[in-house]
């Protein structure tokens, strides 16, 4: 796999080349699983030429809550989807197979960072400067893999 920091608050920009950079170690995958945050039509066409099958979260247009009847404080328009790329994912999503795979996004990649967070303690960086920071993160995930191989191997 690969793992990286990049100096922005958005993760959409660097999210192609973040797979793309999996080619020289393991080989591209066939299928990538990302939320809300990595949305760019740049980045599912880039990755899209070079045959990988992104599934990437659009969004809702407003979170739902069944339990209460009042409107929502801030209640606004829905946000209207007419990008042709977020148009194409929603209805790829919608798909009963693409949905069923996108959820494998909850039970493999999710709980990583719940317990680099909770039961290793790692909350925020300690270092400054992008190559510390790169070094740190690289470091605190060799501790979660080498904590993971130990435990399979126990099993």
């Given at each position: 796999?690969?793992?990286?920091v990049?100096?922005?608050s958005?993760?959409a920009?660097?999210?192609?080349d973040?797979?793309?950079?999996?080619?020289?170690t393991?080989g591209?995958p066939?299928?990538?699983?990302?939320?809300?945050g990595?949305?760019?039509?740049?980045?599912?066409r880039?990755l899209?030429e070079?045959?990988?099958?992104p599934?990437?979260a659009?969004g809702?247009?407003?979170a739902?809550?069944?339990?209460?009847?009042r409107p929502?404080?801030?209640?606004k328009?829905?946000r209207r989807?007419?990008?042709?790329?977020?148009?194409a994912m929603k209805?790829?999503l919608?798909?009963?197979?693409?949905?069923?795979?996108?959820?494998l996004?909850?039970?493999t990649?999710?709980?990583?960072?719940?317990?680099?967070?909770?039961?290793?303690?790692?909350r925020?960086?300690?270092l400054?400067g992008?190559p510390?920071?790169t070094?740190?993160?690289?470091?605190?995930a060799?501790a979660?893999?080498?904590?993971?191989?130990?435990?399979l191997?126990?099993?």
């Open positions: 796999m690969t793992t990286g990049v100096a922005t958005a993760d920009p660097s999210f192609a973040t797979v793309l950079s999996m080619e020289d393991i591209l066939e299928k990538v699983l990302a939320d809300t990595y949305a760019s039509g740049q980045a599912v880039k899209q070079k045959g990988i099958d599934l990437v659009i809702r247009p407003c739902r809550r069944p339990y209460d009847f929502h404080p801030e209640a328009e829905p989807i007419t990008e042709p790329w977020r148009l209805k790829k919608e798909t009963t197979k693409a949905g069923d795979v996108y959820r996004r909850k039970q990649v999710e709980p990583v960072f719940g317990i680099i967070k909770s039961i290793m303690g790692f925020r960086f300690s400054r992008l510390k920071v070094t740190e993160w690289t470091l605190v060799l979660y893999n080498c904590k993971r191989m130990a435990r191997q126990a099993a």
